[in-house]
């Protein structure tokens, strides 16, 4: 199996000879004081700002800010409502329904599967191993023809491990289709992020995310790291206002708090270690595997009471016995210094009561 990826034949033929939604922003970009070319409100907006405008359709502001933190081109950033938002345009762009298939290795991120089914892609499983790491032999065997896209997760959600490098650039070197690397967690990581070898790989597509160590979930920004060409596809495809004026603004002035940011994940990861020890002390639990995410994966003999318990103590962790590969399995995110305590504390409460 080399590696002999062209973008070209994995293209859809109705992407490749789509004529695109052309917006008012997209045919007039200067600056200018009349502007009857959108049927906006020209009266103004309710909320006092610019909302009367349509935003930029390809958020140029935002791009050169995240260029200079991410060190990457804009030209190479597409950005989402979410990175659901980049998964879905994958399928939509390389997929063709009933006929196409992506690889999977479970456990890993639901959304992949969902969005697959929801534009009626196959999907082949290829369970991760024991210790949550890539079945190499089992994913060449599960490659065929119509093998458009493999979905990697690292850090993985919900074990919390990275992958090995050295397998995921295996997979990168050769397969001669698209490589997804999510990297919604990667701030957290000891690991390296992938962005950097874009370069090297034309087939590599770098998720990440502002929903997680950025704390801004509710926006909803994703990122797609990718290759000019396959940046300009996703361009194609997206919906022409997908990033509203606000979020644009909001996220512009969020980047600026960088420090803010490193040292929210400083803390994070201290918490995360002390939090992986206390559990891992705890007699009913059985593992604590190793995390380089905001979260920690927890086997426990039991884990319903537990979550039971918790939930009336009102607090909520995440059932995840009923994945494969993960039974018995609580995954619980990183809180506060206060929050671990209350969790803590309530774990030590339920050991005694029984
Ligand atoms: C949380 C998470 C995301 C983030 O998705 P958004 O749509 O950007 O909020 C992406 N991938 C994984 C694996 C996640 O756990």
Redesign the pocket.
Known sequence: MANSFDLTVLLRDNIRNLTPYSSARNEFKGEASVLLDANENAYGSPLDSNYNRYPDPLQQQLKVKLSGIKGVPPRNIFL??????A?DILYRAFCRPGVDNVILVPP??G?YEVSANINDIATKKVNLTADFQLNLEGIAEAIDAHTRIIFL?SP???TGNSLHREDVETILANFNGLVVI?E??INYSRQKTFIQELTEYSNLVV?Q????AWGL?GL???MAFASEEIIEIFNKIKPPYNINQATQELALKALENVDKVNGWIRETVSERDKLSAGLSALEFVLHVYPSD?NFILAKTANPRPIYDYLVERSVIVRDRSKVELCEGCLRITVGTPDENKLLMDALGEFAFAR
Not at 80 to 85: H, L, R
Not at 209 to 212: E, F, I, M, P, R
């Open positions: 989402g409502n979410g990175s659901d938002e998964i890993t991120y959304m997760c993985n959600n919900p999510d919604a967690y998720l995310t502002l929903s997680k979930a909803r920004l994703g995410a």
